[in-house]
Every structure is written in structure tokens, then in C-alpha cells.
């Protein structure tokens, strides 16, 4: 029986994969450059194996992130609101 991904394991996995494709890096190009097979990029993508600390420090600087890009929910550009529509809260003036 296998066991399902850890919910955080899978989340920084996907993060990774989505930052990787849209560098436009081939599995097999990221693995060279972390110094591991395609296979354990394809396990660390799909939350089926935990990422240490060091391995995600390279993994980061890699993918030129800083460490919070995976456990953050949304990129922090695409976190703001549209600029069209927003407008800063009204401040009270005494």
C-alpha cells in the first residue's frame, strides 16, 4: 500500500515544479544541476520525498527564489490586488 503525500510535501513540490517550468528547465537539466537523478526530481515535485534544508537552499538558488517562494500560497506579485481597482483605505483626517 502507498502512502499518500504529505499535504506541505506535495505543496513545496509543486512550487518547485512551477517555477522550474516557467524558467524553462527540463527535469533532466535541473537534476544535473542539483548533482541527482531526473527520478528524485520527479519524487521532490510530487511530495513523494521529503526536501531537506540544504537540498531546498540549492534548490532555491537554483530556481533564483528565496526559500519563502515555496511555502508561500501565491507568487507576491500575483498576491496584489489589480492596479485599476484598488485604491488605498480612506484615512480619517481630524
Not at 3 to 17: E, S, W
Not at 23 to 52: C, M, P, W
Not at 75 to 84: E, K, Q, W
Request: overall charge positive; some cysteine; glycine content about 6%.
Amino acid at each position: 500500500m502507498t502512502k499518500d503525500p504529505d499535504p506541505l510535501d506535495a505543496f513545496v513540490g509543486a512550487r518547485i515544479r512551477r517555477r522550474r517550468v516557467a524558467l524553462g528547465i527540463s527535469s533532466h537539466q535541473f537534476a544535473k544541476r542539483l548533482g541527482i537523478t531526473h527520478q528524485e526530481v520527479d519524487q521532490y515535485e510530487l511530495g513523494n520525498r521529503r526536501i531537506g534544508s540544504q537540498r531546498l537552499f540549492h534548490i532555491a538558488r537554483t530556481l533564483e527564489v528565496d526559500i519563502d517562494f515555496f511555502f508561500c500560497p501565491r507568487d507576491p506579485i500575483s498576491a496584489l490586488p489589480p492596479t485599476d481597482s484598488w485604491a488605498p483605505p480612506p484615512v480619517a483626517i481630524e
